[in-house]
């Protein structure tokens, strides 16, 4: 026993302070590249990597079992439809106010140099594209077929070339739609092309609803046709509001609303919201409201919050935060602060755009809705509605952070919606460009090993500093730390060494 007593001394006499000052410099940096790595993957993918990797790779090897499998046969019917919402909440839909490639999308890379679409978002246009514009008769047509793999080009040069090809054969409706979106670069150049595109539009509407009872196939291009055509007059109405001329896009968003009353998939009612907020319409808005904004239907951050705007602009303009404290709310004030917190509790991210907290970019072409991306678009094409309504935005500041007390764990139950989907941050991620910080709700608290790993380094670096500066000391504190360690094990052999015979004890040691 005294043997390994010494040898334990002589290996910690010959530690010189460079070995220790070696030792814990190499630590700190080990630990600070650690947490360097995890606070990026933190911020880019919002969980931890080790913490990750634990749950997925490390807890099955140990045993661990997962409680979701055996908990999926005792799901309720409640449980069940719950589900569901949120996997419909969840869905990426088209946004309603997207803009031109063309024109605005790559007029921002000229100037800024930074791609604002991202390519998952491009390619859930691309068939978006496809399911618009496409049929399976296109083989009929030349231009049609040619058409058919353009929307399938991922390069936008190849696709151009494409259409213009298609139209040195035949006016071709959906060719005239790609330049316009694509290769248009200002809005009067887009309308013209969009004009060309619906004379031809219209004709082949009008053939192919005389054909749609003939078989399936003339059914898939009355079908395809009508698509195309209610899109040309959605985008020239659109054209006409960017170029002011709001009460002509009133008209044909109104008109198009009738003319195909079914196809909601295209949400005109959104653009029509829009523009009669613009002309200041509040009546029109309203009535609008009356019809979309109903419990069976589909909402949207456009539908709460205009209804929210509304009822804010009866009372905005005389609203005083310290008047209300004294008195309390009067009626219209409680319906118009209740508005607001249903519409922040549908999508908590867009306050903070609106009260410019948070900058914006430019939306996406497909949104989540409650997401950061849906609070985007509705923020880039409203906030000027809002700042039009004396005292809405000072209504907004005072009351929208009241919403998250009535509903203090949105990830499990929620107060007017269903709870908030768990799956926004990792599709808005997607459909966001990297440059743009996204936002995220609930916030989360930092993951126990970035805390840990910082905490680490911090120790770490600091031993390295202090060993530096007072070498003779801590190599004294060191050795009488690794002795007092070591104390334990050193008992446990003394009484080992007792107990077995001395000359056994010398044959374990030399095996």
Same mark, same amino acid.
């Given at each position: 026993?005294?043997?390994?007593?010494?040898?334990?001394?002589?290996?910690?006499?010959?530690?010189?302070?460079?070995?220790?000052?070696?030792?814990?410099?190499?630590?700190?940096?080990?630990?600070?590249?650690?947490?360097?790595?995890?606070?990026?993957?933190?911020?880019?993918?919002?969980?931890?990597?080790?913490? *990750?990797?634990?749950?997925?790779?490390?807890?099955?090897?140990?045993?661990?079992?997962?409680?979701?499998?055996?908990?999926?046969?005792?799901?309720?019917?409640?449980d069940?439809?719950? @589900?569901?919402?949120?996997?419909?909440?969840?869905?990426?839909?088209?946004?309603?106010?997207?803009l031109?490639?063309?024109?605005?999308?790559?007029?921002?890379?000229?100037?800024?140099?930074?791609?604002?679409?991202?390519y998952?978002?491009?390619?859930?246009?691309?068939?978006?594209? *496809?399911?618009? &514009?496409?049929?399976?008769?296109?083989?009929?047509?030349?231009a049609?077929?040619?058409?058919?793999?353009?929307?399938?080009?991922?390069?936008?040069?190849?696709?151009?070339?494409?259409?213009h090809?298609?139209?040195?054969?035949?006016?071709?409706?959906?060719?005239?739609?790609?330049?316009?979106?694509?290769?248009?670069?200002?809005?009067?150049?887009?309308?013209?092309?969009?004009?060309q595109?619906?004379?031809?539009?219209?004709?082949?509407?009008?053939?192919?609803?005389?054909?749609?009872?003939?078989?399936?196939?003339?059914?898939?291009?009355?079908?395809?046709?009508?698509?195309?055509?209610?899109?040309?007059?959605?985008?020239?109405?659109?054209?006409?509001?960017?170029?002011?001329?709001?009460?002509?896009?009133?008209?044909?968003?109104?008109?198009?609303m009738?003319?195909?009353?079914?196809?909601?998939?295209?949400?005109?009612?959104?653009?029509?919201?829009?523009?009669?907020?613009?002309? *200041?319409?509040?009546?029109?808005?309203?009535?609008?409201?009356?019809?979309?904004?109903?419990?069976?239907?589909?909402?949207?951050?456009?539908?709460?919050?205009?209804?929210?705007?509304?009822?804010?602009?009866?009372?905005?303009?005389? &609203?005083?935060?310290?008047?209300?404290?004294?008195?309390?709310?009067?009626?219209?004030?409680?319906?118009?602060?209740?508005?607001?917190?249903?519409?922040?509790?549908?999508?908590?991210?867009?306050?903070?755009?609106?009260?410019?907290?948070?900058?914006?970019?430019?939306?996406?072409?497909?949104?989540?809705?409650?997401?950061? @991306?849906?609070?985007?678009?509705?923020?880039?094409?409203?906030?000027?509605?809002?700042?039009?309504?004396? +005292?809405?935005?000072?209504?907004?500041?005072?009351?929208?952070?009241?919403?998250?007390?009535?509903i203090?764990?949105?990830?499990?139950? +929620?107060?007017?919606?269903?709870?908030y989907?768990?799956?926004?941050?990792?599709?808005?991620?997607?459909?966001?460009p990297?440059?743009?910080e996204?936002?995220?709700?609930?916030?989360?608290?930092?993951?126990?090993?970035?805390?840990f790993?910082?905490?680490?380094?911090?120790?770490?670096?600091?031993?390295?500093?202090?060993?530096?500066?007072?070498?003779?000391?801590?190599?004294?504190?060191?050795?009488?730390?690794?002795?007092?360690l070591?104390?334990?094990?050193?008992?446990?052999?003394?009484?080992?060494?007792?107990?077995?015979?001395?000359?056994?004890?010398?044959?374990?040691?030399?095996?």
């Open positions: 026993m005294f043997g390994s007593e010494s040898s334990l001394s002589m290996f910690l006499n010959t530690l010189t302070p460079k070995f220790y000052v070696a030792l814990t410099g190499t630590s700190s940096l080990i630990s600070g590249l650690i947490l360097i790595f995890e606070w990026w993957y933190f911020r880019k993918y919002g969980t931890s990597f080790i913490e *990750q990797v634990s749950v997925s790779h490390l807890r099955p090897l140990l045993g661990g079992v997962d409680n979701s499998s055996s908990n999926n046969s005792n799901t309720s019917n409640g069940a439809d719950s @589900s569901r919402q949120s996997v419909s909440e969840c869905k990426v839909w088209r946004n309603p106010l997207n031109f490639r063309g024109a605005e999308y790559n007029r921002y890379t000229w100037v800024t140099g930074r791609e604002p679409l991202t998952y978002d491009m390619n859930l246009s691309a068939q978006d594209h *496809q399911t618009f &514009f496409t049929c399976d008769s296109d083989h009929i047509r030349p049609d077929a040619i058409m058919q793999k353009a929307w399938r080009e991922r390069n936008p040069q190849a696709r151009i070339s494409a259409a090809e298609a139209l040195e054969l035949e006016d071709c409706a959906t060719a005239y739609i790609l330049l316009a979106e694509e290769e248009a670069t200002t809005i009067v150049e887009a309308e013209k092309l969009f004009k595109a619906l004379k031809v539009g219209e004709g082949c509407y009008r053939r192919s609803q005389q054909l749609q009872h003939h078989g399936s196939q003339y059914e898939a291009q009355h079908r395809r046709d009508t698509n195309v055509l209610v899109y040309i007059k959605r985008r020239l109405a659109m054209c006409s509001r960017k170029l002011g001329r709001t009460r002509e896009a009133v008209k044909m968003m109104r008109d198009l009738k003319e195909f009353p079914l196809l909601s998939m295209f949400n005109i009612h959104e653009n029509l919201l829009e523009s009669l907020l613009e002309l *200041q319409n509040y009546a029109d808005v309203q009535a609008v409201l009356a019809k979309y904004d109903d419990i069976s239907l589909p909402k949207s951050a456009t539908i709460c919050y205009t209804a929210a705007l509304l009822k804010a602009r009866a009372v905005s303009d005389k &609203f005083s935060p310290e008047a209300a404290s004294r008195r309390g709310l009067s009626t219209a004030e409680m319906n118009a602060v209740e508005a607001i917190h249903r519409a922040v509790e549908f999508n908590p991210h867009v306050p903070k755009y609106l009260l410019e907290m948070k900058s914006l970019i430019l939306p996406p072409e497909h949104i989540l809705k409650r997401g950061d @991306s849906e609070a985007i678009a509705y923020a880039f094409f409203h906030l000027q509605h809002w700042k039009r309504v004396e +005292g809405a935005l000072n209504l907004l500041h005072c009351t929208w952070e009241g919403t998250f007390r009535m203090p764990y949105p990830l499990e139950k +929620g107060h007017l919606f269903y709870p989907p768990i799956c926004t941050e990792t599709a808005d991620r997607e459909l966001l990297m440059f743009h996204v936002s995220v709700y609930p916030k989360k608290e930092l993951p126990f090993f970035i805390l790993t910082a905490g680490l380094c911090s120790f770490t670096a600091m031993l390295a500093l202090l060993t530096h500066q007072f070498p003779e000391l801590m190599g004294v504190f060191a050795k009488a730390f690794l002795g007092t070591f104390a334990p094990l050193n008992f446990i052999m003394e009484k080992v060494e007792s107990i077995l015979p001395s000359g056994l004890w010398h044959q374990l040691t030399r095996i």
